[in-house]
């Protein structure tokens, strides 16, 4: 004790303690060795290929289950599961995740439900079994991000997932605005005729059902205002004549339009293929020429004949 | 020679419980022992809120106005220290004052910003529910990071106390376990120590704070 370090020496120990110290931390952070290696040259970029089994069938669980707590917003417990790139790094325990046996990941996913380890923790929508066997068996043959899904035949085939546009309400609703009123004032006149085609559009249709022998020339005189926004007239067994064909041409979203049964004739039938939009006709079948049925034919709008009068 | 009482035994209890507390939380955070950790994290803010009060009220040594110097004279004392031409023997010297204000203050973040985290898994600190969840979100990354601020900065109160141990043949170790130091003579100026009751009082008032906001 009677000895004295030299300030010298007693620096030199404290900075190789330093250095050690920073080796270590850095060494806890593999993704900082992974970006320096790769911006070196010495690495080649880590991730999975684009058809690896991993990028298809493992990261749809991981993205379901743990990127709410494990990803590059919220790293939890140091550790990020929204790719294979940083699934590869761990996290703060440092485990290599991509060894089977013993795997952190897997054996914290194996535990019950609600035990204090869990994950994902207890609360939080929870993985199936054939999920967690899916990942066992991915693991089982290396942890790969290049296996593609041809290496693993005994994996269930994945099911189809049918995803629907997300909706635009807003969108619908100013679509609708500009003939909201009238619609409704119609509407009004004409209950249970009018009606928009589907709830996401603003389109209408009119179903002749409950007014067919009321239904004449002057009565679509009244549905004119809405001319732009009808797409789909089903006027059979009304009174509907020739004299109506001029107002059909002023309907650019005319898609379907029935007038089987009335008092249409094959005189002026064809000019109604000039609507862009017309997919579907339907007429009675005895005013149908095959002139009309080439004509019909050519611009590819479907021509239904029904059976009456 | 002489045997001189530098610290009085709250300074004293307080550094150790400090010490003790800090492991503490660390250990119970890194073994998710979220209720225990939570209780240190409660037992330090009685403690600091008890030592900057005793830094205004306690005994001279422990005392804000003796160790807070002006930083220039504080940055000429270190670069002097480190040449071996000072040594400062009673109390905090004035480089080692800061050290004590920043430690104080990195501290003090890790507490508050505790009391606003949350771990996601259904526990929360005690304050948190008056910021939103993305707030208390940042807040408990950040409560992650300034523990490696916190503990950079022990290194370096580490590697000063050993300078003075080694070195400098000071044992402030054994000074702030004893609150003895022995010393050729006299101080120059008289160190007046602060009641037990007063210690008391205010470490009672402290652990009341801390306690108030545990339970809710
Ligand atoms: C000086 C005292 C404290 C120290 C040294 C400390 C240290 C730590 C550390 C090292 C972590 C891990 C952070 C991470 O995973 O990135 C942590 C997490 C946490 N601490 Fe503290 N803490 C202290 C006080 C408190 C207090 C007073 C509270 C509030 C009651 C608190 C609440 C939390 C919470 C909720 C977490 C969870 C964070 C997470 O799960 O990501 N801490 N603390």
């Known amino acids: 004790m009677t000895k004295t370090i030299s300030p010298k020496g007693y620096f030199l120990v404290v900075t190789g303690l330093s250095i050690v110290w920073l080796v270590l931390y850095i060494q806890a952070q593999p993704s900082w060795t992974q970006n320096i290696k790769e911006t070196l040259g010495l690495s080649a970029p880590l991730q999975a290929t684009d058809d690896s089994f991993y990028n298809s069938r493992i990261d749809p669980i991981f993205e379901k289950y743990c990127t709410a707590c494990h990803d590059g917003n919220k790293d939890k417990g140091q550790l990020r599961l929204d790719s294979y790139r940083h699934f590869t790094f761990s996290g703060r325990s440092e485990a290599d995740l991509r060894v089977a046996d013993n795997n952190l990941l897997l054996e914290r996913m194996r535990l019950p439900e609600t035990d204090r380890l869990a994950m994902p923790p207890f609360g939080r929508e929870r993985h199936t079994e054939s999920e967690l066997a899916l990942i066992e068996l991915w693991l089982s043959k290396g942890g790969s991000g290049e296996l593609t899904e041809d290496d693993f035949p005994e994996a269930p085939a994945k099911a189809k997932v049918i995803k629907f546009a997300d909706i635009d309400w807003q969108k619908i609703e100013k679509d609708r605005a500009a003939y909201a009123k009238t619609l409704k004032d119609i509407q009004q006149r004409y209950p249970h005729v009018l009606h928009y085609q589907a709830r996401t559009s603003n389109l209408v249709v009119i179903e002749s059902f409950s007014i067919t022998q009321q239904l004449t020339d002057k009565t679509v005189s009244e549905f004119m205002p809405l001319a732009p926004v009808l797409t789909e007239l089903h006027f059979a067994n009304s009174l509907v004549s020739d004299n109506s064909i001029d107002k059909f041409l002023t309907m650019p979203n005319l898609t379907v339009i029935n007038l089987s049964g009335t008092q249409i004739t094959s005189s002026r039938l064809v000019e109604l293929l000039d609507l862009e939009n017309l997919q579907t006709v339907i007429v009675s079948k005895s005013i149908l020429t095959d002139e009309i049925r080439a004509a019909f034919k050519q611009r590819d709008v479907r021509l239904v004949s029904v059976n009456k009068g | ?216």
């Open chain 2, 1 to 216: 020679m002489k045997k001189i009482k530098i610290w009085d035994s709250p300074t004293r209890l307080f550094h150790w419980a400090l010490v003790i507390n800090i492991i503490a939380a660390w250990y119970t955070i890194e073994n998710r022992l979220i209720e225990l950790h939570e209780i240190a994290g409660h037992t330090l803010i009685a403690l600091l809120v008890f030592r900057v009060c005793w830094g205004f009220v306690g005994s001279t040594t422990a005392r804000f106005s003796h160790f807070i110097t002006h930083p220039i004279s504080a940055l000429q004392y270190l670069v002097k220290s480190l040449k071996l031409k000072v040594h400062h023997k009673i109390g905090h010297n004035p480089a080692g004052g800061w050290m004590i204000v920043i430690m104080m203050l990195v501290i003090g973040f890790q507490l508050i910003s505790g009391l606003l985290a949350n771990n996601d898994l259904g526990f929360s600190g005690a304050l948190s529910d008056y910021v939103s969840k993305a707030t208390s979100d940042r807040l408990t990354q950040l409560h992650g990071l300034n523990f490696d601020l916190l503990v950079a900065i022990i290194w370096v109160h580490l590697v000063a106390v050993f300078f003075y141990v080694l070195v400098k043949r000071d044992n402030l170790v054994k000074a702030m376990i004893t609150g003895f130091k022995i010393l050729e003579r006299q101080p120059a100026f008289r160190l007046r120590f602060a009641s037990m009751y007063l210690a008391v009082s205010v470490f009672l008032l402290s652990a009341g704070l801390s306690a108030y906001l545990y339970y809710p």
